[in-house]
């Protein structure tokens, strides 16, 4: 079992950033692929990032492309979202997910291991 706690959301203004913390415990070895989702309020849970464990494999969700960067830090067992040029349509909780398999992908169904999610509000 993997178990991953997300931390840094809070309240920002529109234009800012924003760094979210995603750290894993147990079997950490099943964390080859770590991901970002988020889901706003009435809406579905929309896939924002996701990294392979070496850190050279990314791939990004058409609504954050540009803004945002995705990182991980496997000796810490850490992974961050850096979100840039923040907009009030980025508003949502934000959930750090993880998969052993290999692959990146953006469908939530794949990934074996969530987080209880940490809420972003971005204000205008």
């Known amino acids: 079992q993997v178990q991953l706690v997300e931390s840094g959301g809070g309240l920002v203004q529109a234009g800012g950033s924003l760094r979210l913390s995603c750290a894993a415990s147990?079997?950490?070895?099943?964390?080859?692929?770590v991901a970002w989702f988020r889901q706003a309020p009435g809406k579905e849970r929309e896939f924002v990032a996701a990294?392979?464990?070496?850190?050279?494999?990314?791939y990004f969700g058409d609504s954050v492309q540009g803004r945002v960067t995705i990182s991980r830090d496997n000796a810490k067992n850490m992974a961050y979202l850096e979100m840039n040029s923040l907009k009030p349509a980025d508003t949502a909780v934000y959930y750090c997910?993880?998969?052993?398999?290999?692959?990146?992908?953006?469908?939530?169904?794949?990934?074996?291991?969530w987080g209880q999610g940490t809420p972003v509000t971005v204000s205008t």
């Open positions: 990294i392979n464990w070496s850190g050279n494999g990314m």
């Open positions: 147990g079997r950490t070895s099943a964390t080859a692929i």
């Open positions: 997910a993880a998969k052993a398999k290999l692959g990146l992908t953006k469908f939530r169904t794949a990934y074996d291991y």
